[in-house]
Structures are given as structure tokens and as C-alpha cells.
């Protein structure tokens, strides 16, 4: 099966984020930010011998989750400001 690593990595930082940050719990909400960050990286697919090391080398590269981090949460940004103004 084909997967898109950075959808892998985005779910992972999106989880860590939820944990330690005020993001909303909607599921709308958190589609649409994974949405808009994934929107705003780049896809990663590996070869069929790529190694698990080397995937999961992409998964902790530090730099790529500090990037990735960035994306995810200008995403929330966008995403959760509009569900303040709808509260109001």
C-alpha cells in the first residue's frame, strides 16, 4: 500500500499539539487543519525497498517535524480563529 509519509508525521505532531495546546476537539476542525498544513508541504512516498529505518528516519528528522510544526499550526491558527468568530 502507497502512503504518504507526511500525512504520517502530520497526524503525529497534530496529536502532540492537541495534547499541549488549546485546539478545538471538533473533528471538522481537525480535518481541516491537517488539511491546510498538508496542503502547504510537501508529499513524501518511498520507493517499494526503501528501508523502515529510512522512514522512520523522515518521521524524526528534526528539522522536517520543526517545519511540519510550523504548517500545523499556522493551520490552527486559521482553522480556530474562524470557530471563535462562530461562537460569538
Given at each position: 500500500m502507497i502512503k504518504n509519509y507526511?500525512?504520517?508525521?502530520?497526524?503525529?505532531?497534530?496529536?502532540?499539539?492537541?495534547?499541549?495546546y488549546k485546539i478545538c476537539d471538533d473533528k471538522k476542525c481537525e480535518h481541516?487543519?491537517?488539511?491546510?498544513?498538508?496542503n502547504n508541504l510537501p508529499t513524501a512516498y518511498f520507493k517499494?525497498?526503501?528501508?523502515?529505518?529510512?522512514?522512520?528516519?523522515?518521521?524524526?528528522?528534526?528539522q522536517r517535524r520543526i517545519s511540519v510544526l510550523a504548517k500545523v499550526a499556522?493551520?490552527?491558527?486559521?482553522?480556530?480563529?474562524?470557530c471563535t468568530r462562530k461562537q460569538k
Open positions: 507526511m500525512e504520517i508525521l502530520v497526524d503525529e505532531i497534530f496529536r502532540e499539539m492537541k495534547n499541549s481541516d487543519i491537517k488539511s491546510i498544513a498538508l517499494y525497498d526503501a528501508t523502515e529505518a529510512t522512514k522512520k528516519a523522515f518521521l524524526l528528522e528534526r499556522e493551520a490552527s491558527d486559521i482553522v480556530c480563529s474562524e
